[in-house]
């Protein structure tokens, strides 16, 4: 089915999809691919800002993938408003917004599993078995799908960006990937769709995460060691709130690797949980 938002086209299967961005069709037009989970905030429209900026065509996909979900994980509670979403992607000059159900993306049992390398037992990987395998299978789908001359990702979620950068450069994909700034409340807390999960006092509590990553920071620059670093960005988030950190890491950027490497930057990324609530946040340094 196919609903027209003020020239926006709503499709929700992969045929109506391919139809739509046949290479044939698109007349050598550039393509510009947003993938997302939904629940649409600023920081995903920032994609598309850009991507409306290089490109003729922008596509916005809006998935939350069982795959990149684990036991007890918050697949269920993942915030959902499609009807808001779809507000917003047609305000921002989004063209083609796909919205698949699971049975579209999934139609039988896979029996293909994409798995990253050492890259993806770091961070979030550490902690999230089988995460990025899953975010890997709907990424190739979706890029398979769009066929996207570039494709817009955050920095919010840098582990990610750098596997699929990697992904990208292995197997000869032939999207680019272009890298996106991470969009903050005035409050410096990372937007997240997960946000909205945090009751009012975890909401209160929350801006610690930036405010201890810029003591990282400041502590960085003063050169001091990588242990004194993550020290003190740990001991400012347990001491100012009820957050409990899944990990705090300095790691060469984007190779994730724990030797820093000269020709690299330097992510300083943490995880901490407020309640079921885990939020992430990172600064390249
Ligand atoms: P998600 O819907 O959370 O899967 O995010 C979809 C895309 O938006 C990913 O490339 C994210 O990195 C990016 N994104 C999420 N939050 C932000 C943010 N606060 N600023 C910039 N990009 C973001």
């Given at each position: 089915?196919?609903?027209?938002?003020?020239?926006?086209?709503?499709?929700?299967?992969t045929?109506?999809?391919?139809?739509?961005?046949d290479?044939?069709?698109?007349?050598?037009?550039?393509?510009?691919?947003?993938?997302?989970?939904?629940?649409?905030?600023?920081?995903h429209?920032?994609?598309?800002?850009?991507?409306?900026?290089?490109?003729?065509?922008v596509?916005?996909?809006?998935?939350?993938?069982?795959?990149?979900?684990?036991?007890?994980?918050?697949?269920?509670?993942?915030?959902?408003?499609?009807?808001?979403?779809?507000?917003?992607?047609?305000?921002?000059?989004?063209?083609i917004l796909?919205?698949?159900?699971?049975?579209?993306?999934?139609?039988?049992?896979?029996?293909?599993?994409?798995?990253?390398?050492?890259?993806?037992?770091?961070?979030?990987?550490a902690?999230?078995p089988?995460?990025f395998?899953?975010?890997?299978?709907v990424?190739?789908?979706?890029f398979?799908?769009?066929?996207?001359?570039?494709?817009?990702?955050?920095?919010k979620?840098?582990?990610q960006?750098a596997?699929?950068e990697?992904?990208?450069?292995?197997?000869?994909l032939?999207?680019?990937?272009v890298r996106?700034?991470?969009?903050?409340?005035?409050?410096?807390?990372?937007?997240?769709?997960?946000?909205?999960?945090l009751?009012?006092?975890?909401?209160?509590?929350?801006?610690?995460?930036?405010?201890?990553l810029?003591?990282?920071l400041?502590?960085?620059?003063?050169?001091?060691?990588?242990?004194?670093?993550?020290?003190?960005?740990?001991?400012?988030?347990e001491?100012?709130?009820?957050?409990?950190?899944?990990?705090?890491?300095l790691?060469?950027?984007?190779?994730?690797?724990?030797?820093?490497?000269?020709d690299e930057?330097?992510?300083l990324?943490?995880?901490?949980?407020f309640?079921?609530?885990?939020?992430?946040?990172?600064?390249?340094?």
């Amino acid at each position: 089915m196919e609903i027209e938002n003020s020239g926006m086209i709503v499709v929700k299967t992969t045929a109506k999809l391919t139809a739509l961005l046949d290479r044939n069709q698109r007349d050598g037009k550039q393509v510009g691919f947003v993938p997302t989970m939904g629940y649409l905030h600023e920081g995903h429209l920032s994609l598309v800002n850009q991507a409306r900026q290089e490109n003729e065509i922008v596509v916005m996909s809006i998935f939350v993938n069982p795959a990149q979900f684990g036991p007890g994980e918050d697949l269920d509670a993942y915030p959902r408003d499609v009807d808001n979403d779809t507000k917003l992607a047609a305000s921002v000059g989004v063209d083609i917004l796909f919205i698949p159900s699971v049975e579209e993306m999934y139609p039988q049992r896979s029996e293909t599993v994409i798995k990253p390398g050492p890259i993806a037992n770091v961070l979030c990987g550490a902690s999230r078995p089988g995460h990025f395998d899953g975010v890997l299978k709907v990424v190739l789908k979706l890029f398979n799908l769009v066929d996207p001359d570039h494709s817009y990702f955050g920095l919010k979620d840098a582990q990610q960006l750098a596997i699929i950068e990697t992904f990208v450069r292995e197997f000869n994909l032939r999207t680019t990937i272009v890298r996106v700034q991470t969009c903050r409340e005035s409050d410096g807390l990372a937007k997240s769709s997960r946000n909205v999960n945090l009751t009012l006092i975890q909401r209160e509590e929350a801006p610690v995460i930036y405010k201890a990553l810029q003591l990282g920071l400041s502590a960085y620059k003063k050169k001091n060691s990588n242990s004194t670093i993550k020290k003190i960005v740990a001991n400012y988030i347990e001491s100012e709130s009820s957050g409990v950190i899944d990990y705090v890491q300095l790691l060469s950027y984007p190779s994730l690797s724990t030797e820093m490497k000269t020709d690299e930057d330097v992510l300083l990324a943490c995880a901490v949980k407020f309640g079921n609530v885990r939020l992430i946040d990172n600064i390249i340094m």
